[in-house]
């Protein structure tokens, strides 16, 4: 039996599938800052990946309204399920949702390991003197 994956752009009811995506990144990343869960200050800023209705995945951005730029803050999957594609389209699914909502800009604050898949997907890549990278892609994206 093969199994449904969805992308699903989360709105203000959709609690407990934003908890869903924060446990998910937690697992990877380790604990994020309360303050996060309080900062989800629009729909169509946080994706979630799911399959069978489990959140395998998922990203936490935001939009400045005032700068038109989408920022991806936390990008995860499970890592039994990397390097299967599905990153790329939760990725995709912010840069959508980023567009529709006027955006001109997005930014990701990366690690060095990340640096070379942002580039895959379009974006330029800098890395500064503390060796933490900044990928940008500018608007009209191409998805």
């Known amino acids: 039996m093969s199994k449904t994956t969805k992308i699903i752009p989360l709105t203000a009811e959709d609690r407990q599938l934003y908890f ?3 446990s998910v990144i937690e697992a ?3 604990r994020l800052y309360s303050g996060l869960y309080t900062e989800r200050n629009s729909v169509g800023s946080t994706i979630a ?3 069978e209705g489990n959140v395998i995945g998922g990203l936490i951005g935001n ?3 005032e ?3 989408a920022t991806v803050r936390f990008l995860g999957i499970l890592p039994e399920l990397q390097h299967t594609g599905l ?3 939760v990725l995709r699914e912010f840069e959508k949702q ?3 909502r006027g955006a001109k800009r997005i930014l990701a604050f990366t690690s060095p390991s990340l640096e070379h898949w942002y580039g895959s997907q379009g974006y330029d890549t800098n890395k500064d003197a503390q060796n933490r990278v900044t990928a940008t892609k ?3 994206l191409q998805i």
């Open 20 to 22: 869903g995506v924060v």
């Open 28 to 30: 990877a990343f380790g």
């Open 49 to 51: 990946c799911t399959q």
């Open 63 to 65: 939009f400045t309204p």
């Open 67 to 69: 700068t038109n730029t």
């Open 87 to 89: 990153g790329k389209a």
């Open 98 to 100: 980023a567009k529709n």
């Open 138 to 140: 500018s608007i009209p």
